[in-house]
Structure formats: structure tokens, C-alpha cells
């Protein structure tokens, strides 16, 4: 079968929706399909199958995203698609996969982490109506045969958002690379790699990854933090803009020697050896692989209720999942549980990791595909 997969930006070094849909290619184009790729933004060069720009003679961003919205699908057709598969907002797709959400509903839950200039900003934004706008009518449309969810977080999300048949929407759960994060890199390097990254052997760290600091629920845990037993460390790796005003925060509330910034870091598998456990608070997260990476290198980790990983948790983890990660006291008791039991819980941690397999993935996705 000829299928197409649409993003707006491809990047074959990406992460996120941009790695997802180049898993997606691999898989259906190791099953036998011809695949071809389409995107408004094509960054860096790609072999494996063809990848086209859409070209949009739109000028400013909201008008751009219109014009690759209306026209994507159709250039698609044009050139011989079978069936054609979105990763992004755009109009008469066949399939749908949704790793974000519906947008009104990241519209609602920003007005948790925004500033009141920030939620003005947004809410009289031409670029995020637009978007409603497409997404509802993407949603609805007569051609759309299978919507994919990453988690049963955004199934249920798109089902009250839309009113979509029930039987429209399947979860789609990603996998894991149980080769790269794996409990054993822990035993035989920890203890260096605590001493490159300059952690003391003998405490508690805790890490905490991820871009976007503020949905991600990080100024929540640093507050937290005080409350913190004994000499735990908070190790934070990813970027943000308004980094320093975390850093400040810290010393600020006396802890800036037990929160220690990385940056953005690579190599994730390393931090997880030299870590005891994983914390991700967020606010609004479909999904959040790095805890099942984080789960896959042994590591136990508490996500808040509004992340969809939380769903992937073992039941000895339920107890640790966060309901509201704005709640300093809820939070603070379940990073002192996760501290307390993070030896107990390694081994638990990788077997629930083990259920994801890439595997399991490429299986499921090509029934969905191919019953679509």
C-alpha cells in the first residue's frame, strides 16, 4: 500500500513527534508498504524513504499553517497515496495519531503555568484559533477512519472534546529501547558516573527531565524540595528559557546545593544509572516517555495524574503517582515514598518496562493500520 505520513516539520535528529513518525516510517516500510513522507519544515537529509516539502505561498505563521492544514492531504492524493496518515493538524486525513492532545484542551490546562500576560497573549492569538479551529474539523470530517492516541489519557481527551465514536480512537502506547536504558549500566558504572557529574556517592538523587519547566511542574518540586528528607538531590537535565529563575528559586528557599542543573544532556542513559529514581509533576503530558526509560534502566519513578505514562506504572508504583502536582504537601510525601522504596522497586520498575516493547508497537500499529 502507498502511504503517506504528514508532519509539519521533519527532523530525522528530533525527538517527540518528529522521531515518532520516522518509527512510524521504518515500521510500515519494513512491513512491505511504500511509504512517503510530507512536511511544511524539512530539516536534514533522509534516505530511507522519500520525503516532500508542501509548499504554502502563505505569508505569516498563522496563515502558513492553514495553507500545509488544507493542503497536505491533498497533495498527498495527488501524487498517489492509498491512505494518509497525520501527525499534525491538518484536514481530510484518513488516520489521525494524536501525541498531544486536543488543543483546547492544552489552551485550558496552560492556564495553570502561565503568567496573566501569557494567557492574554494566548487567548487573543489568531495562530492558536486557527489551530481549534482545524483540529475540530479534522476530528469531524466524513473521510477520518481511525483516530491513534498515546495514551487512553488523550483517548478519553479526543472522545469529550469531539464526541467521537468510541470506537474511532485506539491507544497506540510507544515503546521502549530496553537495550539503551537497561538496569545494568547502574551497577557497573554508577558509582563514575556520579563522580563525572559531581554527585556524592552515599545520597539520595532524583532526576528530573525534560524541557518546558513550567508544565512539566518543575518550580512545584523544587518547593517541594525543602520538605525533602535527609540529603536527597534533585538532579534537573533539559533546557528552558527561564532557567535561572528556577536556580534562583532553589537558593532562594536554601536548597540551591541539593538542586543541581544539567542542561541539556544527552546521554540520559548515564544520568539514570547515576539516579535512584525519576519524578515528572507535569501539568499536561499526553504521555512522557522518559518514564518508561527511566522504568527500563530500573529506576522507579512518580508522574502526576495528568500524564499519560502514569497509566503505564506497575501497581506496587500506583501509590505514587501524583493527583495534583500543585499540592506541595501531596508532592512532598510522594517523593519521600519513592525515595524510601527505590531500591524495593528496581526490578519491579524494568518488568513493567519490558511490556513496551518496539515490538508490541509495529504489531499493533500495522492491524490498526491495516483494519482501518
Not at 495527488?78 to 484542551?105: K, N, P, T, W, Y
Amino acid at each position: 500500500m502507498r502511504i503517506a505520513l504528514i508532519g509539519r516539520r521533519f527532523d530525522p535528529s528530533g525527538g517527540g513527534t518528529e522521531r515518532d513518525l520516522i518509527v512510524t516510517a521504518r515500521i510500515l516500510a519494513q512491513a512491505g508498504h511504500e511509504i512517503r513522507i510530507y512536511a511544511e519544515d524539512v530539516r536534514g537529509a533522509w534516505t530511507e524513504s522519500p520525503v516532500a516539502r508542501v509548499r504554502t505561498a502563505a505569508v505569516g505563521r498563522s496563515l502558513r499553517f492553514l495553507g500545509f492544514a488544507a493542503k497536505a492531504s491533498a497533495v498527498a492524493r495527488r501524487e498517489g497515496a492509498e491512505l494518509v496518515v497525520s501527525f499534525a493538524r491538518v484536514l481530510e486525513a484518513d488516520i489521525l495519531r494524536s501525541g498531544g492532545s486536543a488543543h483546547e484542551s492544552y489552551l485550558a490546562a496552560a492556564r495553570a503555568w502561565q503568567s496573566s500576560l501569557g494567557r492574554a497573549a494566548m487567548r487573543l492569538s489568531p495562530y492558536e484559533r486557527i489551530q481549534v479551529m482545524v483540529e475540530r474539523r479534522s476530528f469531524r470530517a466524513s473521510r477520518l477512519r481511525r483516530v491513534i492516541a498515546v495514551s487512553q489519557l488523550v483517548r478519553d481527551d479526543l472522545i469529550d472534546r469531539f464526541g467521537l465514536d468510541p470506537a474511532l480512537p485506539a491507544v497506540l502506547y510507544n515503546g521502549v529501547d530496553l537495550e539503551r536504558f537497561q538496569p545494568q549500566l547502574r551497577d557497573s558504572r554508577g558509582a563514575s558516573i556520579r563522580t563525572e557529574l559531581g554527585l556524592p556517592q552515599d545520597a539520595p538523587v532524583v532526576t528530573f527531565v525534560g524541557n518546558g519547566f513550567a508544565r512539566k511542574g518543575l518550580g512545584f518540586l523544587i518547593r517541594a524540595w525543602k520538605d525533602v528528607v535527609g540529603r536527597a538531590l534533585l538532579v534537573v537535565a533539559g533546557t528552558d528559557g527561564a532557567a535561572a529563575r528556577y536556580r534562583r528559586l532553589a537558593r532562594r528557599l536554601g536548597i540551591g546545593e541539593r538542586v543541581r542543573f544539567l542542561g541539556a544532556y544527552g546521554q540520559i542513559e548515564q544520568l539514570f544509572a547515576a539516579a535512584d529514581a525519576l519524578v515528572l509533576p507535569s501539568l499536561f503530558e499526553p504521555f512522557g516517555n522518559v518514564v518508561l526509560e527511566a522504568m527500563a534502566a530500573g529506576l522507579p519513578a512518580s508522574c502526576s495524574a495528568a500524564c499519560g505514562a502514569a497509566e503505564a506504572l506497575p501497581a506496587a508504583m500506583k501509590d505514587l503517582v501524583v493527583r495534583d502536582p500543585t499540592d506541595l504537601s501531596e508532592l512532598t510525601t510522594r517523593v519521600n515514598t519513592l525515595i524510601e522504596r527505590s531500591a524495593d522497586l528496581r526490578r519491579v520498575a524494568r518488568a513493567a518496562a519490558e511490556r513496551f516493547t518496539w515490538t508490541e508497537h509495529a504489531e499493533r500499529l500495522q492491524r490498526l493500520i491495516m483494519n482501518s
